[in-house]
Structure formats: C-alpha cells, structure tokens
C-alpha cells in the first residue's frame, strides 16, 4: 500500500501537456523547515510548487528535515537525525532549534558543492536560513509565508503575548520579512498584515493563492459507486447518514473543538447526520472530547489519510466543512472541497471569501451555534438543484482560477524578477565603492 501511495503522490503524475517550458532554466534550492512529505497544510503547497518547477523544466533541490516520507521524482536532501527526537513536528516546538540548526548546516552544505540561482525558502525558520546564507552567497531569495510566526506560536500555546519571548520572536518576525527580497502569501488578508504590522513594500509582496490540482480532486461522480460504497463501509459510516466531511490538522486553532461541538448541537436536531473527522495530530484529545459530548456514535476518527487518497475520502461527502479560526494563514483545504464539488461551510474570513467568493457558506467566525446553523441549512439542501449547483460553480472557479499550472508561471516571473534586482545590485557596487573612493 505504501508503494502505491508514493506512486500517487510522485510529480510524474500526469499533468496537461500544453504547459511549456519556461527558458532560462532555472536551479532552485527550496527550503522546507519541517518534516516533508507529511499529509496536511504546508506540505502539499511545497509538494505542489516543487511539482509545477518541474513540470516546467527547472531544478529543484528541497532541502528538509530529517524525518518525512520520500516522494518519487524529487530530490529531496535530509539532515542528520536527532536521536531523541524522531517523530513528526507539527507547529512550534523547542524541538525545532535543534532541527533548525540542522537544515541552517544542510543549506549551507548545498551551496558550498552546488550552484543555485534562487532559493525559496518556506516559513519563517527557512526564510532566515535563507536570508543569511542568501547574503552570504550572493543568491537572491524568495519568502513563501504561510502564516504568523508569533501568531502560529500563540496559536500552538507556545508562548503567551505579554511574555518577554514573545517581544523578541515579534521582532524576530518583522527583522526576517523586511529582508526577504520577495515575499509570497497565499492570501491578500496576508499581504496586507505584512504591509501593515512590518511595514513590508508593497511591491515586496506578491499574491500566490494556495492551489489545486482539480485533475486529482474529482467529484462524486468521477467514481464508480460500488467503490465510495465500499469506502464507506470500511469506514463504518451508516448508509442512511448525511456525510460532513473535514480534512486537516485537528487543533483548535483550526476550530476542531468549536466543529464537534456544533455536531453535538446538529444531533440534537437531527440524528440521521454523521462527521468524517481525518486528520491529526491530538486524535486522542478529540476523541475524548467527543465522548463527553456524547457523540461519538456520529464521528468517524480516520487520523492521518495519505495525500493521494484524499480525493476519494472528500467524495464521500454531502457537506464540507473549515472551521478554521487563523486570519493570516491559508487555507488549502478549501480548495480540495471545491475541486470536489462539495458545498462548503467556513468561518467568515477574508481567506475563505477570497477561495469561496459567494458561494461560500459562512458562519460567524468562532460561533458555535452559528456554525452548526449553517451546516444545518446545507445538509436541508444538500440534495436540492441549488447546493448542487453551488457545488458545480465552486469546482469551475477551482479549475479557472487556482490552477497549479499558471501558479508555476507566476513563481517563475517573481524569481526573475527577485534575479535582476540582484544583479541591478551587484552591478552598482563597484560605482559605489568608487564614488565613495574619491
């Protein structure tokens, strides 16, 4: 199973044909501080951008943690193990001073032996091994922020607001954007905090939605009902039950909580309604929770679901759901429910406006009975020609509008962009220097 699995997932997988390939080719040192691949949230956009380069005729060279699954086709540089710490990471942890350090040891390795026009340096640990050693070998860098650094720190209970630590990751934060020459967010609710709580440039900042391959998320109907039947069956999931669906990392920033007690109160309404809950970490928290709701008979607890499988997990779906709570950060499932065809319920955030637009159903952010209203109102239509035309129009906006192919393009421009403004640089220091010599 393992092998089929990295078999789904490897960039080799078919992609359109009419993409062309983008002269000059580029070499590309990506760095990705934290244990890739695993199956949620930032590591598909690394798995995905890394993917497109390809497609389009680059090299590309990740540089990670020593912990993560190989993915076939990549060439993927790991380093040195901790012994006291082999699991996965997800989120802040004191843990990862030490993985840092590390992959600040494997980048620098990488660009002693080899030569790299552009590194794309993911989150803000990679962003400052970037910046400095980018610095030190004259190779412009590219920032893909997906998200706070304080704020992800707060949001994982890692540090407290009022505390000292808090001051200076704070500073931490602005000191590593305002010296990334390019930023990429993937939303514009992100591009307008840096601007605003960093004073980033505006023409610093560029715009990359996370994105899909609607290629692999494919609706319902893309199946044969003999096999999502099986699936569901395997999975224990009554036939007769409404289907909600969530697919992501469970905590509570994400809104796990808030979601299993709005199932409490969707229950008390209606028992025909059943929750597939895939994700991790925390399952056991969660599980816990669900049975002090007394609910547990009407959640289904997968943990981790392979990236490749996914698709077929969504389409199982009547209804799916994004409770999550973050302002600054992305917001990639909502991307694979649209692909799928699936109505989508979310808290009302820019980030989920910007992907869902106005068939988007939104509940009010970080309301418990205004969430489970909402998904109340989409199961009561779930089958009605308006949801299922609401579903249709999001799987098109899915295909026109946040194709991996024309965000390739995109990121591609921005690392020309983020070359000449390097050699525009390079070339005025000899004037300077004389200038400054008479």
Not at 261 to 283: K, Q, Y
Not at 365 to 390: F, H, M, N, Q
Not at 393 to 406: N, V
Request: charged fraction near 20%.
């Amino acid at each position: 199973m393992a092998d089929q699995n990295e078999r789904a997932a490897s960039p080799d997988r078919a992609w359109r044909s009419d993409v062309p390939v983008v002269q000059p080719v580029y070499s590309i040192l990506m760095l990705a501080p934290t244990s890739f691949f695993a199956d949620y949230g930032c590591h598909v956009r690394i798995l995905e951008e890394a993917t497109v380069l390809r497609q389009l005729g680059h090299r590309v060279t990740i540089a990670t943690y020593y912990n993560g699954n190989d993915v076939p086709g990549l060439d993927i540089r790991r380093t040195l193990p901790i012994p006291w710490r082999r699991h996965y990471l997800v989120g802040s942890s004191k843990h990862k001073i030490a993985f840092d350090f590390l992959l600040g040891l494997k980048t620098l390795e990488l660009l002693i032996r080899g030569r790299y026009d552009i590194i794309h340096a993911h989150l803000h640990e990679g962003a400052l091994i970037g910046v400095v050693l980018g610095c030190l070998f004259r190779v412009p860098v590219v920032f893909d922020f997906q998200g706070s650094l304080t704020g992800e720190m707060v949001d994982h209970h890692f540090l407290r607001p009022a505390s000292p630590a808090y001051r200076f990751f704070r500073w931490l934060e602005a000191w590593i954007v305002r010296h990334a020459p390019a930023i990429l967010t993937s939303s514009t609710q992100a591009a307008r905090f840096l601007q605003e709580e960093f004073g980033c440039r505006p023409e610093q900042v560029h715009v990359l939605p996370d994105c899909v391959n609607a290629e692999m998320f494919r609706p319902a109907a893309a199946y044969l009902p003999q096999e999502l039947a099986a699936l569901r069956s395997e999975l224990g999931i009554p036939a007769d039950r409404k289907l909600i669906v969530y697919l992501g990392l469970l905590a509570e920033y994400q809104g796990t909580g808030l979601l299993l007690e709005a199932m409490a109160r969707i229950l008390a309404v209606r028992r025909d309604v059943h929750l597939l809950l895939m994700g991790f970490p925390n399952e056991l928290y969660y599980r816990q929770q669900a049975e002090r709701l007394g609910i547990m008979d009407h959640v289904t607890f997968t943990g981790r679901v392979p990236y490749p499988q996914a698709p077929r997990y969504l389409a199982l779906g009547d209804v799916a759901v994004a409770p999550k709570l973050s302002l600054t950060e992305g917001a990639g499932k909502l991307l694979n429910y649209m692909a799928v065809g699936l109505p989508t319920v979310a808290f009302d955030t820019p980030v989920a406006r910007q992907y869902l637009d106005s068939d988007g159903l939104y509940a009010v952010k970080g309301d418990v009975g205004s969430l489970a209203e909402r998904l109340l109102t989409a199961l009561a239509s779930a089958a009605s020609e308006l949801v299922s035309s609401c579903g249709r129009r999001l799987r098109q906006r899915a295909i026109e509008q946040f194709g991996w192919e024309q965000a390739g393009l995109a990121i591609v421009d921005i690392y020309r962009q983020a070359m000449q403004r390097a050699a525009l640089r390079k070339a005025s220091q000899p004037q300077r220097a004389t200038i400054s010599g008479k």
